[in-house]
């Protein structure tokens, strides 16, 4: 099936980039380990995702800082809550360095609301749960609604490109045609002299 080739495709990707990585530590990332750690647990590879997001975590904390779209402790929370411990996973949701990070992209920040509400599921916390369920549908929907606005607006502009191509195209061959005959009027026939008569005199030298 088609999932099942992501999967594999997945799986693929996670070991040529821990290999690479492996090989050269120095073109080692966070978002590069926290991504082969998304792609293990994709694969129901718990104990690869973690020591996948255990190094995302060591690089981040060495250097202090982490991309914009990773978010390791997210990461690593959604294979504890896999492993079947929320607890765990709550305290990484909750980490003080996650805390102190700032401003998170809109999808990461969708996705935190979907995996804290799962957690607090999983904790039988069932009112904080749904509370946190009813803002992730909104933030997703709100998410989906830019996403789909910015895909109209590309459309209609690539609509109105291709509006304009072809105006032009029309208006140039009106010019240069006879409206009733469709045959080549005097100013094509006077380009194509001038182009043709130029080529002639390249070809003949002095």
Do not use: K
């Not at 904080?128 to 996403?147: G, K, L, P, T, W």
């Not at 459309?155 to 208006?171: G, H, I, K, P, W």
């Amino acid at each position: 099936s088609a999932e099942c080739g992501e999967l594999a495709l997945a799986s693929h990707f996670a070991d040529e980039s821990e290999a690479v990585m492996l090989r050269h530590p120095e073109a080692a990332s966070a978002l590069s380990w926290e991504s082969v750690g998304r792609a293990r647990l994709a694969s129901s590879e718990l104990s690869a995702a973690e020591h996948a997001l255990r190094e995302s975590l060591r690089i981040e904390e060495q250097l202090g800082c982490c991309d914009v779209n990773g978010d390791p402790w997210l990461s690593f929370a959604e294979v504890m809550l896999a492993a079947g411990n929320p607890t765990g996973a709550l305290t990484m949701l909750e980490h003080p360095r996650r805390g102190a990070r700032g401003a998170l992209s809109s999808w990461t920040n969708t996705r935190d609301l979907r995996v804290r509400s799962q957690v607090l599921a999983a904790l039988h916390r069932w009112e904080e749960a749904y509370a946190r369920m009813v803002q992730y549908v909104a933030a997703y929907e709100h998410a989906r609604s830019i996403e789909g606005d910015r895909a109209v607006a590309e459309s209609t502009a690539a609509v109105a490109v291709c509006e304009e191509r072809r105006r032009s195209q029309y208006f140039e061959r009106l010019a240069l045609t006879d409206p009733l005959t469709g045959l080549p009027n005097r100013r094509q026939a006077e380009r194509w002299l001038t182009e043709h008569a130029g080529a002639a005199g390249r070809d003949v030298g002095p």
